[in-house]
């Protein structure tokens, strides 16, 4: 698995881009962008899973979703 990664759902870094809002009507003067990362919140965590207690690198979507499961 990637680092980074969550180990459950397999969830990575998405890219995309950051506009400003500070920009004017005319085509010369457009909003400037630059591109930034998305990243997912990770935790390492000993989960119980299977009968046994496994430490992963769990997103915290996740861990409420087993938590709400256990």
């Given at each position: 698995m990637a680092s980074g990664a969550c180990?459950?759902?397999?969830?990575?870094?998405?890219?995309?881009?950051h506009i400003?809002?500070?920009?004017?009507?005319?085509?010369?003067r457009k909003a400037t962008k630059k591109s930034r990362?998305?990243?997912?919140?990770?935790n390492k965590q000993r989960v119980f899973i299977q009968g046994g207690w496994q430490r992963l690198n769990i997103c915290t979507r996740c861990l409420r979703t087993l938590s709400k499961s256990a």
């Amino acid at each position: 698995m990637a680092s980074g990664a969550c180990d459950v759902c397999s969830k990575t870094t998405q890219f995309g881009r950051h506009i400003r809002h500070t920009h004017g009507g005319r085509w010369e003067r457009k909003a400037t962008k630059k591109s930034r990362q998305f990243r997912p919140n990770i935790n390492k965590q000993r989960v119980f899973i299977q009968g046994g207690w496994q430490r992963l690198n769990i997103c915290t979507r996740c861990l409420r979703t087993l938590s709400k499961s256990a």
